[in-house]
């Protein structure tokens, strides 16, 4: 019968470091996979002729005899659309970066006065 070797360890603190490098490379794979998802969905809701269908209802009823109305389909464009998401990803890049590195500093602070997180660790022979 195997032997089960277990190991109670204490996290101290978390380098703010190692920290904010970790979550600004998470951070990027993150804004990468939503910009591909959003450029992913756009093609498939173009595909199936939503923005044409939406468009069409919205150009009639704000439309006029002499105004042709709102150009739904212009205005969400892929490069307008994918413009506005890179946008976005940026900001959530720098803001997740900030906030883990405000973590881990408020973390190493209350670990002081806590001692920290326990963990126990346990390796089978």
């Known amino acids: 019968m195997p032997r089960t070797r277990k190991a ?11 920290v904010m490098k970790v979550s600004f490379l998470l951070s990027i794979a993150l804004g990468i996979c939503t910009v591909v998802a959003v450029a ?5 809701l173009d ?4 923005f044409s269908t939406v ?24 490069p ?9 990803a940026v900001i959530d890049v720098v803001l997740a970066t900030a906030l883990a590195t405000l973590a ?10 806590v001692g920290g997180v326990e963990l126990t660790l346990a390796e089978d022979e």
Not at 8 to 18: F, I, N
Request: no cysteine.
């Open 80 to 88: 307008r659309v994918l413009t506005f998401t890179s946008l976005i």
């Open 55 to 78: 468009g069409d209802t919205i150009m009639g009823a704000t439309g006029s005899g002499t105004d042709g109305g709102f150009d739904l389909e212009s205005f969400l464009s892929l």
């Open 104 to 113: 881990a500093f408020l973390y190493n602070l209350s670990a002081g006065f």
């Open 47 to 50: 595909a199936i002729g939503v």
């Open 8 to 18: 109670r360890l204490r996290v101290a603190k978390a380098d703010p470091w190692s």
């Open 40 to 44: 992913v969905l756009w093609m498939v």
